[in-house]
């Protein structure tokens, strides 16, 4: 099959999408709210990064419902959840090839302190305080609004067009570019630059528009929108990884297991 019909494929599938959602509706939103995931919250206090994620894209519909549900009613919650999801992002990219869990590479860099949201949160703290006390650093404090925004994204991506997400060859078609994600047991995790070259799609956009239906105004929809005239997040697909620098743990650009100097924006 060629590229350009595989092209013509995705762009009818897309008009179909509606109305395959609408057709099913009545089926597929009893099936979820039935199965709510309302312990996605539980897992989320106690760090459980992997399950969250393996339940997000293993019952995609149920959680459809349930981020959606996040985002009117829960907003703190759905904080938590991102601010998970950007850590798994993170992490999966700290480990070269190796593919391990996030509890173990929890550990790896900070011992056996206890995994939970409150000690996630704290970590993420002192990163800030790095990127804040040190102008020069690694890592400018605007990017961790555009890391938490491409998590947001990945999320509702995952939910809205599941077929999409879990097959290189459409997301070949999507963006014109090789599929590259980041190592992780629990279901994948793309590139910040291949997000953003499916964002910039009419794919992306139809989910930006349910983002700004149901999160109108919220600070990392706005960035999402802003990053739609982006041409890429970092050059050549590098994603930010945790590493060390003597005993502190600080974020830092990586490409293949490469770690190279973050460029400032």
């Not at 950007?86 to 990219?93: E, K, P, S, V, Y």
């Not at 400018?140 to 998590?151: C, T």
């Amino acid at each position: 099959m060629t590229l350009e019909r595989l092209q013509t494929i995705l762009k009818e599938s897309i008009k179909q999408l509606h109305a395959e959602e609408l057709a099913d509706t009545d089926r597929t939103f009893a099936e979820a709210v039935a199965d709510n995931l309302s312990d996605i919250s539980e897992l989320v206090l106690k760090g459980q990064a992997d399950r969250v994620w393996t339940q997000v894209q293993k019952k995609h519909l149920s959680a459809n419902v349930a981020l959606h549900v996040m985002a009117k009613s829960h907003p703190t919650q759905l904080e938590s959840v991102i601010q998970l999801h950007t850590w798994q992002r993170w992490f999966g990219a700290s480990t070269g090839r190796k593919v391990q869990s996030f509890s173990d590479t929890y550990k790896h860099f900070y011992g056996k302190s206890k995994l939970g949201s409150g000690q996630l949160q704290h970590r993420r703290e002192e990163l800030l305080a790095d990127a804040v006390n040190d102008a020069s650093g690694p890592v400018p404090l605007p990017q961790f609004l555009v890391e938490d925004a491409l998590s947001l994204f990945e999320l509702w991506l995952s939910i809205m067009a599941p077929t999409f997400f879990q097959k290189d060859a459409w997301l070949l078609c999507l963006t014109g570019q090789p599929v590259i994600w980041l190592p992780s047991g629990s279901g994948r995790l793309l590139t910040p630059n291949t997000l953003l070259l499916i964002l910039r799609t009419a794919l992306g956009g139809s989910i930006l528009g349910r983002l700004v239906e149901y999160l109108p105004n919220h600070g990392l929809v706005m960035q999402l929108i802003a990053m739609r005239e982006w041409h890429h997040v970092y050059d050549e697909d590098q994603t930010l990884s945790v590493g060390k620098a003597g005993t502190d743990c600080i974020l830092r650009l990586v490409q293949l297991g490469l770690a190279l100097p973050a460029r400032r924006y």
